[in-house]
Structures are given as C-alpha cells and as structure tokens.
T-cell receptor, first 114, second 111 residues
Framework: KAGVTQTPRYLIKTRGQQVTLSCSPI?????VSWYQQTPGQGLQFLFE???????NKGNFPGRFSGRQFSNSRSEMNVSTLELGDSALYLC?????????????FGNGTRLTVT | GENVEQHPSTLSVQEGDSAVIKCTYS??????FPWYKQELGKRPQLIID?????GEKKDQRIAVTLNKTAKHFSLHITETQPEDSAVYFC??????????FGGGTRLMVKP
C-alpha cells in the first residue's frame, strides 16, 4: 500500500499570502489529521477530519482551515500568512476515528514564510 | 486540555546500554499513549503504543509501561544501537485522533 502522500514538499510564501496544502491518505483510511511541527512549539494538533466532517480542532486561529473530500483526500488552507506560520505541516491518516488508532504520518510540507 | 511533559530532552548512551524516556500527562481521561520515532528530515513513525487498560507492552527491544494512577508512562529501549539515534515523542489522546505530544527526546547512541 502506498503511504500518506503530501504535496508539495516545500513551499515558500510571502507574508499576507495564502497557501493550500494537500494530503492523500493511505487507501481505505477515512480519518485525516493535520499537525504543525516547529522547533519551538513541537508537534501541535490542528484538526481532524473523518467522513468529510471536522471531528476535532486544535487551538489555532481561524486563519487555519481544512476540508476533506469524499475520497478522503484532505486539504488545509492558511490565509494571511505570518512569519510564525513557518513550519513543517504533517498529515496523518488512520482507518477510524474515536481514539486508539495508530496514526500514519506523511513526509510533510515544509512551509517557509518570508 | 491535555498537557504532556517529556524528560529528558536529550539523552546520550553508549551502544548496548539501555535508554529510558519518561512522560507525564494531565488528563485522567486520556486512554491511548503512542510513541513515535523521528529521524532527521523524516516523518514520525509509530514504534509502540499502549492503551489505558494495559500496564506494560513489549516489542523486541522496546517496552512501554503505563501507571494510570500516577499519570505517567515510559519508553524503555534495551541493547541500544546507533540506528536508535533519533528524536522520540510520546503522546496522549482521549478524543478521536487528536494527539497531544510531549516536547521530544533526542537520543544519541554512541558506538
């Protein structure tokens, strides 16, 4: 089975712009979660989608949003980019939601905001 | 919300020695505790996990213990090898696939 695929791998954006990141989960996985990884804050949960519905949301401003399509692929969008949004954005998929299900991470999208 | 603390932040051991990483969590409702290994420039990979109805779990050289009363869990790696060098993250979850991660431990295994 192919793993979790994230595109693009690298992005450079300017403050104030917006960006869309894409994630294709492992075939058959219906849950997609997004995490932000920075040296200062570590790994932080952004949101989880299951069957096209947002199930949980982390403590991030409304500039961070996401969605899931009927084929389980997911996108996250960050509007009005700030320098502090520079990070590695990781997507993880799982067959189910409800806790206790191992998450499989993609290689991430490294976003640099200048 | 949940808060997970992880210690130590760096750990250096000699090849063949054991390594222990400890985590504490705050939310007594948390019921799932995975450990991830992240090598430099790579994605986090699940190495072992434990659920709240189990006190200990082993997988070859890796073991995890959970003390629900004290709200702490630990990762034990025996007979460490240079390829064990990486950053290790503990995490806790009580809702969906929302994991709260510890700050990470950089493990260095010296040959």
């Amino acid at each position: 089975k192919a793993g979790v695929t994230q595109t693009p791998r690298y992005l450079i954006k300017t403050r104030g712009q917006q960006v869309t990141l894409s994630c294709s989960p492992i075939s058959g996985h219906r849950s997609v979660s997004w995490y932000q990884q920075t040296p200062g804050q570590g790994l932080q949960f952004l949101f989880e989608y299951f069957s096209e519905t947002q199930r949980n949301k982390g403590n991030f401003p409304g500039r961070f949003s996401g969605r899931q399509f009927s084929n389980s692929r997911s996108e996250m969008n960050v509007s009005t980019l700030e320098l502090g949004d520079s990070a590695l954005y990781l997507c993880a998929s799982s067959p189910i939601t409800g806790g206790g299900s191992p998450l499989h991470f993609g290689n991430g999208t490294r976003l640099t905001v200048t | 919300g949940e808060n997970v603390e992880q210690h130590p932040s760096t750990l250096s051991v000699q090849e063949g020695d054991s390594a222990v990483i400890k985590c504490t969590y705050s939310d007594s409702a948390s019921n799932y505790f995975p450990w991830y290994k992240q090598e430099l420039g790579k994605r986090p990979q699940l190495i072992i996990d434990i659920r709240s109805n189990v006190g200990e779990k082993k997988d070859q050289r890796i073991a995890v213990t959970l003390n629900k009363t004290a709200k702490h869990f630990s990762l034990h790696i025996t007979e460490t090898q240079p390829e064990d060098s990486a950053v290790y993250f503990c995490a806790a979850s009580n809702a969906g696939n929302m994991l709260t991660f510890g700050g990470g431990t950089r493990l260095m295994v010296k040959p």
